[in-house]
């Protein structure tokens, strides 16, 4: 096989496969993944430790009572269309439903975020509360 400087080479016969990524390629993914979880949810690692060290009691519920997550999630899912969809020479194996499923899940938290903000601003009782709390929890672990 000869390299085609990405993650896909292609065989002598011209068959696209994926190759193994390099460690080199690990580690920077992973360099990555953790600069993105801890810059991109600091304000959720700030508010809790800010909040233990003032000797308060710090539930799930406090982080997503109003949609944080759903903005956080927006925030990093947004990203994966510039990186995936961008023309690369080598091509990005499975662009299409990658692609797909990030528009989904982008799509999701912004409705989620929309509806609990709604839901916050009418008066109680005007609207079924169909994004509880109990639903607003499950929501941020899927997103």
Known sequence: MEPNNGIMDRRADGVL???RPTSEEWRLSAGWLIATIVGGLLPLWGSYLMLKLGGESV???DFVSHGEFALYSA???AP???IILRELPAGFPFRLWIGLVSVVLLLI???TF?????IDRVPEGAVA???NVEVRIVLSFVL
């Open 80 to 82: 994966v269309f510039f």
């Open 114 to 118: 929309g509806c609990v903000f709604w």
């Open 17 to 19: 496969s994926i190759r």
């Open 59 to 61: 539930f799930v519920a």
């Open 109 to 111: 938290s912004a409705l």
């Open 129 to 131: 509360p169909v994004l």
């Open 75 to 77: 925030s990093l899912l």
